[in-house]
């Protein structure tokens, strides 16, 4: 950084050193991807499912793409932090800053069909209790539950527990759950799973409006409409 003595004003040393150090470390970060992968490997016993995989992308929607048993799942827990690889390394730079392993649980959200909410709380106590435990931002800045609950066609049912919802009420709520906490990465398991056309219309506009230059969505599908939202997709077909 140059200072001009002739039009500016005096600055004291310690300010000049933090602009200083905020402005390079802005710049370092707008030169990092977003998502960075480098040899990871992940293996269950004797089957290697990812194998020294690398990749790299500042893109806004990523595709994971692939038949059944290709890995898909497997990589999107990786990088959301659910699960460890064997080896290799996951850098995340999103919202102006690289994500840590201990940022992960506020700033990750995730909706799978495997992943499920509590059967004895209704719709709307699981999404207070998914925003109690991952709160870590200003309130004001959090998502209303009861709008989110609109955003995602929930609100007929919000009262009513989820265990005795059916699986396409689920699979609203849990795409509600994954954003009440208003994430900087969105993970997104097949996510048109047991879905109407109205339920598969809402992962469209949910993830375009999701998909802002400072966050990022991951998408693992095998189903083509939902690859489509993606900038870029990764094939496990032949990894």
Same mark, same amino acid.
């Given at each position: 950084?140059?200072?001009?003595?002739?039009?500016?004003?005096?600055?004291?040393?310690?300010?000049?050193?933090?602009?200083?150090?905020?402005?390079?470390?802005?710049?370092?970060?707008?030169?990092?991807?977003?998502?960075?992968?480098?040899?990871?490997?992940?293996?269950?016993?004797?089957?290697?499912?990812?194998?020294?995989?690398?990749?790299?992308?500042?893109?806004?929607?990523?595709?994971?793409?692939?038949?059944?048993?290709?890995?898909?799942?497997?990589? *999107?827990?990786?990088?959301?932090? $659910? &699960?460890?690889?064997?080896?290799?390394?996951?850098? %995340?730079?999103?919202?102006? /800053? @690289? #994500?840590?392993?201990?940022?992960?649980?506020?700033?990750?959200?995730?909706?799978?069909?495997?992943?499920?909410?509590?059967?004895?709380?209704?719709?709307?106590?699981?999404?207070?209790?998914?925003?109690?435990?991952?709160?870590?931002?200003?309130?004001?800045?959090?998502?209303?539950?009861?709008?989110?609950?609109?955003?995602?066609?929930?609100?007929?049912?919000?009262?009513?527990?989820?265990?005795?919802?059916?699986?396409?009420?689920?699979?609203?709520?849990?795409?509600?759950?994954? *954003?009440?906490?208003?994430?900087? $990465? &969105?993970?997104?398991?097949?996510?048109?799973?047991? %879905?109407?056309?109205?339920? /598969? @219309? #809402?992962?469209?506009?949910?993830?375009?409006?999701?998909?802002?230059?400072?966050?990022?969505?991951?998408?693992?599908?095998?189903?083509?409409?939902?690859?489509?939202?993606?900038?870029?997709?990764?094939?496990?077909?032949?990894?």
């Amino acid at each position: 950084m140059v200072l001009h003595l002739t039009d500016c004003r005096a600055i004291p040393v310690a300010e000049i050193k933090i602009e200083g150090f905020l402005s390079c470390f802005t710049c370092l970060l707008s030169l990092m991807e977003k998502l960075e992968i480098h040899q990871l490997t992940k293996q269950y016993g004797d089957h290697i499912v990812l194998n020294q995989l690398t990749f790299k992308t500042d893109c806004t929607v990523l595709g994971i793409a692939g038949p059944n048993g290709s890995g898909k799942s497997t990589l *999107l827990r990786c990088i959301a932090g $659910l &699960l460890k690889p064997n080896s290799g390394r996951i850098s %995340l730079a999103v919202g102006n /800053r @690289k #994500l840590t392993p201990a940022d992960l649980n506020g700033e990750v959200g995730y909706t799978a069909p495997y992943v499920e909410l509590y059967e004895g709380m209704s719709a709307t106590e699981n999404l207070q209790f998914v925003q109690d435990l991952k709160r870590h931002k200003n309130t004001d800045t959090l998502p209303d539950i009861g709008q989110l609950l609109v955003r995602c066609q929930a609100n007929s049912f919000s009262d009513q527990l989820y265990g005795d919802l059916s699986t396409g009420q689920r699979q609203r709520v849990k795409l509600a759950a994954s *954003l009440v906490h208003d994430p900087l $990465l &969105l993970c997104l398991d097949e996510p048109g799973s047991n %879905l109407d056309a109205d339920g /598969r @219309k #809402l992962i469209e506009i949910t993830v375009a409006e999701f998909a802002r230059p400072e966050k990022l969505v991951v998408i693992a599908s095998n189903q083509s409409d939902e690859l489509d939202y993606c900038d870029e997709l990764i094939s496990l077909d032949n990894r």
